[in-house]
């Protein structure tokens, strides 16, 4: 009779065990893998810099792909594998640069909210509320676009990829309120729990309580909606760029679609790339949250 393993134990383990049983889990990790290690390596091997428009000059903008390019050229004469090559990084920068800052503002409120409840609770969750209604599109293209003005003819204007950071800022503080509901549900869950009522007893502090008690055991979901969250990033700062708010001085995908729309009958690959690149990097995000999903659902039978 064959017989079969027993699940390992602990929650981590457990999870790990669930979730490489989760095809749609895994799928999302290699993508997620092979966009950052494009980011990582991907700089030392790109044929071209990617600030490089000879082929401007020889005649060879909008060129097909072939041996000299391997996807081509745009209508500036770049080389497309070269720029989405170099968008990698931008991209993830501005994912998990923009869900650092949420992370840290949405566990801070809702974990106040939900372990001290009352008037606190109440009005730390109104105020979350308000952030939840403002039309974030529209005010980060507004303070985009102010910003940008502002800071003409000052020092600030020398800052490397500025407004790029105020897009990312832009996106942190706008995308905690989600975070903190999770975070104040999971701590008003846990605050009573066995283990934080033993670890009252004998004594341990508020502190030691919430960082070392709770907070380790309520990161299960907020790493779910940290991963959908980087892919949201994102897709937002795409689409940010491709309506020509982004940062001219840095290389991004929603950069590229910008400035090669108008020729896209002409050179269409100029396009395809930077969309391709989009497209794989935010799927591989959703489907590594919904592996993660699976895999931190207790219900979930192996």
Same mark, same amino acid.
């Given at each position: 009779m064959e017989t079969r393993l027993a699940p390992p134990s602990g929650i981590w383990r457990q999870s790990w065990y669930r979730f490489r049983r989760n095809r749609a889990g895994v799928i999302g990790l290699f993508l997620v893998a092979l966009v950052v290690l494009t980011a990582i390596v991907g700089p030392f091997f790109a044929p071209y810099d990617p600030n490089d428009h000879s082929a401007m000059m020889r005649g060879a903008s909008n060129a097909a792909p072939g041996a000299v390019n391997l996807f081509g050229t745009d209508r500036n004469g770049y080389d497309v594998l070269s720029r989405g090559i170099y968008g990698a990084p931008t991209a993830l920068a501005v994912g998990l640069g923009a869900m650092v800052i949420a992370s840290i503002i949405g566990v801070l409120v809702g974990g106040v909210a939900g372990y001290v409840g009352g008037f606190t609770d109440e009005a730390l969750m109104r105020g979350t509320e308000f952030f939840m209604v403002v039309p974030v599109f529209v005010v980060i293209l507004a303070v985009v676009r102010l910003f940008g003005i502002m800071v003409v003819g000052t020092?600030?204007?020398?800052? =490397? #990829?500025?407004?790029?950071?105020? /897009?990312? +800022?832009?996106?942190?503080?706008?995308?905690?309120?989600?975070? *903190?509901?999770?975070?104040?549900?999971?701590?008003?869950?846990?605050?009573?729990?066995?283990?934080?009522?033993?670890?009252?007893?004998?004594?341990?502090?508020?502190?030691?309580?919430?960082?070392?008690?709770?907070? =380790? #055991?309520?990161?299960?979901?907020? /790493?779910? +909606?940290?991963?959908?969250?980087?892919?949201?990033?994102?897709? *937002?700062?795409?689409?940010?760029?491709?309506?020509?708010?982004?940062?001219?001085?840095?290389?991004?995908?929603?950069?590229?679609?910008?400035?090669?729309?108008?020729?896209?009958k002409v050179a269409p690959w100029a396009c395809l790339v930077p969309g391709a690149a989009i497209f794989v990097t935010v799927l591989g995000f959703n489907l590594l949250a919904d592996g993660l999903t699976d895999a931190f659902n207790p219900r979930v039978r192996s």
């Open positions: 020092p600030l204007e020398r800052i =490397p #990829n500025l407004n790029l950071m105020t /897009i990312i +800022l832009l996106l942190g503080l706008f995308s905690w309120p989600q975070v *903190a509901r999770m975070t104040r549900a999971e701590f008003l869950r846990l605050r009573h729990a066995e283990f934080v009522e033993a670890a009252r007893c004998i004594g341990t502090t508020p502190r030691e309580i919430l960082f070392r008690h709770i907070l =380790p #055991n309520a990161l299960p979901p907020l /790493i779910v +909606l940290v991963a959908l969250g980087v892919g949201g990033a994102i897709l *937002a700062e795409a689409m940010v760029s491709f309506l020509g708010f982004g940062d001219p001085k840095s290389i991004s995908w929603g950069q590229m679609l910008f400035f090669n729309y108008q020729s896209l």
